[in-house]
Each structure stands twice: as structure tokens, then as C-alpha cells.
């Protein structure tokens, strides 16, 4: 199997030779390329989403002692795909006394935040998009985006359920943002830097080098703290069904509604892929010797056992109640993360 | 205790505003008057002997010449059991609420109020409990209830949400 | 409807929320209107009647042995008990002797049938409170049992498996090995269950010390079965006034401590278990014999009056019959657990959030059609 990175030479070669004969400037090259990454990112991220749909109906069955779907396709793989179609030909309500701006852009800011933490992930050996020295504070600002989505979500529905769950919805997210930022110091205290290439590179090669065994408290954490931002159980109150009827994304329909779906997957993934770079040692294959099996496929099989472990997590336990998961993230998670950092910062010094 | 024991001691207390109900059933049926019954409900509840705290059921039951509310009273501690009526006029069928006594009684005395039209005096909070709160089509579980042919839908510009 | 709302005053800070009639968590059609304060319920004004059938009339004309076919949909959900009500009714109406096989057979299908509704119960709490999977594992179990119900009388869900005077058939051969073999398993699925559920610190903060019921209040309100028996109170009509010949068989009451949520759940796991026990003895004990006593069709009891009441698995069942001599019985007044509980919730639930409204509501069992009739 070809490594990609050959394949991008490959592509960059073809780009540079097709501006270079038309006489383009180097800028026309660079952004020609840099389109085409994208466009490749996207096409990515877009099947992942789709798979992980299917992933979490299938996950979910198993654990329920069923099937899941099995009618579409060889155990039902397009059954997303067949939903999402189903989705699009949807008709689009919007309730009249809705503030139409407001509620038409939450769910356009959702996905292109999603989108946009991904230009720094790095996907395997020489595939990151964009490999900025800030990458890890540039992921940590962007996917607090989401808060002010979630509010024009709930504000904009002219809803009173709409707006109670936003609001929790929004609570609930700045106060495990805290949490979430200072689990990772303990990494990048270890590493030394900020940048999610070199965070990869310096973790070893090795699997007893990987930074999950110095900081499992620090993952303990941030897969906690991760869970609770996803809105996912036991940290879904404020989309609990069963408590307010569906929360702040009561109002929209359609395509719309497919996007606040699609980009909870997508952030599934974003978490795992982030945690996955920081402590399970990103692309690099536990031992030196099994690179023959290429990066982008390491990097995609820890991420997705990540994923199956968050999923694992709401099919098992009930949800939390609102007080508990106030207290849960301010009185729980935040001391231990300070000490997290605290036992970091001694034994970077001491050793 | 038994039978025979409790229908004793309330012939003692209650002598003459009650009736013993003659039946082969293992528990006492007692009628008691209309001006006792408060009285006496209270009775059966702080009784140490007696000790009814648990209200089973009530209801109503329409006959010819009267209607009667029916009380069914267990005690949890000495595990026996009576069964208090008191019968009431038909055409002003009007009694006092135990909902003082027995807090269970709400519903039963609202089910009963507007399936036999049992008016309970000093009722905490009177509404329709089973039927719409639109119903005005008489008391259907009074015996001879014909119902109309055709029940029209209620009016919609009074159902404000 | 609005008259509802004018019964609750509202101050600067309160309002009214809605909840139902359709709700994913009210069991059945419920309407709740709650007075709330920020997150804080100050008070609770339960509506109902969506589910009214008017059973009680029906029963006036019809006749006793047409009428049990009414009393399964009263209670769907735990079909059997609610026929056992309505023979022991009726049989201490007209003083019946009801054979010994037939009574041990009632017992093993109440018995069967208190497992299901109690795995009903399991399964909707916990996805109230946002545990999605004990649900499936429920409905698994429950699906054993319901393929017993079809082996022996042909009906899933409502059954009109009792007559007045014994049983309607005779129990296939294969029953007793298949019996055997679901109590045998089901005592460990129950270990499955706690293990997921009990002592989970999410389910725990959830539901222990939430809305305490002391005994004194109620039994004044008339809370009875697993209900009660969670706050300590030790009455069981099966081992106080034993019906169908319950005290021939050996099995222990299970009694909470505190009366909270954990408490009302506990106790109906518990349960479970000793229906199993119930259910293996009398599957051993099963005597030969007929399953019916001699009754005309054309049953005429005497004129009087009956009170009689059972152990259903949601609370007390009782009818109190008044008959004139004829075919048809004169007034019958259907007592029914859950109709108590719904009153219950008003004082359980104040002071208390929306999100523990859905535990305590799911602790206390209620099902609407039992509440409606």
C-alpha cells in the first residue's frame, strides 16, 4: 500500500507542473493545493459522519441484544445515507414567531466550527492541513463555538423548552471547558509544545512512551469533561427526551435538525482524534516494527476505539442531574485536574 | 377483631344513629346517619381498638329510593375490615368530605361528584376529574342515564390552550 | 382546561408548565400541570381521564362470566392479577369452593404476570432516568414469559385466563420444564439488572434520599403495595389475608428502610425474586385435579353485597359489588393501586426538580387505564 505521503508529493507535483506550464504565480499554487485539501478533509469528514451513525445504531444494538438495521444493504451500512436523502427532500419549518436569523445561523455556525478543528488534526505521517505552532489552543477556542450556537439555537426558536434547554445546553458546556483545557496542560507541559505534529512525534515510538501512562489522570479527565461537552449521556439532560421533549433543537426540522446530529458525530470524532494525538500517540504505530501498516490507518483505528468508547459510556450509565453535573465538573473534576497539573509540573522539573 | 366484636363496640358508642346491615360476609356493613358521619369517620380513624386509617374505597350508588355513598375502611394494624354507607335523599343527594380525614378521598369523592352528581360539601378543590371539563350531558352513572345521540365536539373558541 | 390553571395562584416568580397529555415519560396519557419556580416544583395538579372507558357502567349490563373479559383491560399490563380479583369477587360473592389445582394455577400466572409488569416498571424508569439499556434486557425477559401465556391460553397481553370458579384451560405439558427453566435464568438476569443499576453512583445521587414517603402518610393516602412497603410497612394481602391458597407456599415480603426512590425500586427487584421462589414451589406442588368448578352458565349469585380485594402488582385491587339476584351484577366499584398513587404524586413531588419529578413518578408504578377505567 502506497504511504500518502508519496501520493501528495505525487499531487503536488502535478499542481506545480500545471501552474508552472500556465506561468501562475506561486500563490495560484498554493491555494489550488490547499482547495484540493480541503475538498479531501471534507469528503473524509462527510463519510465519517455518515459512518458514525450507522457505527453508533449498530454499537447500540449489540449492546441491547438486537441487530440494528439490517434490511439496507449488507447489515444495513447505507441506511444513513438513505436517511440523510430522506432528511433533504425535508420540508423546512420554521415557526412563525421564530427570529428567522438567529435560528437559520445556529446550525450553519455548528457544523463549520466542527469543520474548522479540523485543519490542524494531524491524520497520519505528513497529513495535517494546516500544522500551526498554537494548533492545541486553536482546537480548544474553536470547539467553544459550539456554546453560542446551542443559545441562538434555543433563542431563536421563540420556545420556552427550546431556551431552558439551551440555556442548561450552554451551562453545562463552559463549565466542562475548564476542566477540559487544563487536562491537557499535563501534555503539553510533558511535550513542550503546542503544535499537534509535534505532540505526535514526541511521543515515542514506542507504546510505553505514549503520554496515556504518565497522565491518566489527565485522560481520565479529558474524556470526562469530553463526554459532558458532546452532550452526550450521562451528561444529556439538556436533550433528554424523555424530561423536556428534545431541548434546544426542538424547533428545527429537516436538514437543519440533520446538522445539530451530524455535528455532535463530528465532534465525537474531533474528541477522540484530539485525544488520540495527545495521549494515545497519534499516528505512530505501537511498535516500530508494525509501520508497515500505514499511519492514517493507526490514527483512524485509536480513533474510532475511542469513539466505541464514548458510545459504550450512554448506552451503560443513566444521566446525570443538573445540580450533580454542576458539581460533578466544579467540584470534582476541577481540583483533580489542578493536581493533575501540579504532579506534571514536579516530575517534568525532577526528571 | 371480629365481626361480631366491632359491631358491638360501635352499637355501644353509636347506638342508635347506626344500622347493622345483616349479611354472611366476613366484614361488619354499617349504615350510619347523615348528621353522624363526620363524627363517626372520625371515630373509626382515631379508635386505638378501631384503628381504620387506611380509606380503601368510595364511592356512590344510585338506587330507586336513595343514593348511597359507600366507605370501605381497613386498618393496616389490626387487619380487619368494614364497609360504613349512608344512604341519601334522591333528589338533594348532599354530604360532608372526609378529604380531612382521609386525604385519598379527593379523587374518589371527585369521581363520584360527577358520575352520580353526589354534591360533597366543603370539598377542597371541585372539578371534573374523569369526564371533559366541558361535560354537561347529566350524571352517567346514574341508572336511566341515556346519553344524547350525538355528542357535539366542544366549542373551540372556549378551549383556550 | 384553564380552569385548572386559575386553581393555581401565581406569584411574581412562578410559572406553569405542561406536562402531556403525550410525554415519552408520563406511562400512559397523563396530563401534569406543574407550578414551578426556576427549577423547583411548588406544586403539581394531576389531570386525568384521557383513558376513561367507563368500565364500571359497562359491568351493569353484562354478566359476570361476560365481564371478565373487561377486567384485563384495566390493568393490561398485569392482565392476570386483575382477573384473579374479579373470580375472588365474585366466588366470595356466591361462597364458590374453587378446586386446587386451579388455584395453584392462578398462582403461578399472577406470579408470572407480577414478574412482567415488574420488568415493564424496570424497563421505563431507567429510560426515564436516561439508562437506555435495561429497557431491551427487560423486554427480553418479558418475552419468555409472554410465549408461556401464548402456550397456555393463546393471548400475549390480555388474557381472560381465569373463569369465576377456576381456570378457563389446562396448563400443555411443556409449560412445566419451560418454567423451570425461565425461573432458573431469570434469577440471574435480575443479578444483570443490579448490577448495571443499584449501586451506580449516577442512579444513586438520582434516586436515594428523593422524596421520602413515611408510612403515617401514606397510608393515609392510600399507597399500597411495593409503594408502601418500601417505607417499612409489612402488609402483604398475600401473607395477611391469603387468597388462592398463597399460604401454602413459602416466600418472604421484601421491606425498604427509608421510603425514597431506591428504596420502591429495590423493593420491587426483590420482588421479582421471590416470585420466582412462589413460582417454583407451586410449579412442584401442582396437584391433579379439575381446574373448574361446577358454575352455570346463567350464574345467579344471591342479592348482597361483596368486598374483596388482592395483591396486584401495583398496589391493592379490590371490587366492591352490589348484586340484585339477576344475572347481571347491580353496581361494581373497581378500587385500583395506581388511582391512589396519582394523588400521592402532588405530595411527594413538591420541593423537588422536573428531572427528579420523572424518578419519583417512575418509583411509584402508575399506569393510566388502571387510574381511568
Redesign the interface.
Known sequence: MLELTGLLQWIYNIVAGISSSLGLPDIIRDIALMVLIIAAILAFLTVMALFLVWWERKVSAHFQDRLGPMVAGWHGWYQTIADAVKLLQKEDIVVASADRKVHFWAPVIIYTVCLMAYAVIPFGKGLIAADLNIGLLYILAITSFTVISLLMAGWGSNNKFALLGGMRSAAQIVSYEVPLTLSVIGVVLMAGTLSMYSLVEAQGPYFWKWYIWPQLLGFAIYISAATAELNRTPFDLPEAEQELVAGFNIEYSGMKFAMFFLAEFLNMFTISAVATTLFLGGWQPPLPGLDFIPSYIWFLGKSLFLVFVIMWFKWTYPRLRVDHLMDFAWKVLLPLAFLNIIITALGVHLF | MTKQEIEKQLQQDFGDHIEIQETDQPEPYIYITKDKYIEFCKYLFDNPNLAFKFLFQLGGSHFEDKFEVFLCLTSPEHHHEIIVKVKLPVDEPEINSVTGIWRVADFFELEAMELFGIKFVDHPQPRHLLLIEEWDYGYPMRKGWTGPDFIPMPDKSKSAE | ????TK?MQLSEEEFI?NMGPQ???THGVLRLLLKMKG?FIEDLIPD??FL?R?I??IAENRTYAQFMAFTDRIDYCASMPCNLAWATAVE?LA?IEIPERAQYLRVIMTELNRIASHLIWLGTM????????P???AF?ERERILDMFEMTCGQRLTYTYMRIGGVSKDVPAEFYQRCKDFTKDFRKKVDDYEA??TY?P??L??TKDVAILTIEDG????A?GPTIRASG?D?DLRK??PYSSYDKFNFEVPLGKNGDVWDRYIVRIQEMRQCCEIIDQAVEGLPEGPIKAKVPTMFRPKA????A?IEAPRG?M?Y?I?SDGTTKP??V?I?TGS??H??LMR?LCKGW????L?AIFGSLDIILPEV?R
Not at chain 3, 382546561?1 to 385548572?4: E, G, N, V
Not at chain 3, 431507567?126 to 439499556?133: N, P, V
Open positions: 382546561m384553564t380552569d385548572l386553581e408548565v410525554h415519552p415519560s427549577e386525568v381521564g376513561h367507563s364500571e357502567k366470595k361462597q431507567s429510560l426515564d432516568l436516561g439508562a437506555f439499556t429497557f431491551l434486557y427480553r448495571i443499576l451506580n449516577i442512579f445521587s438520582r397510608i393515609n393516602y392510600g399500597s410497612h402488609f395477611v389475608h348482597g353485597e361483596v368486598f380485594r391493592e379490590g366492591y352490589i347491580y353496581r366499584k378500587r388511582f391512589s396519582v394523588q405530595h426538580k422536573i428531572a427528579d420523572v381511568d
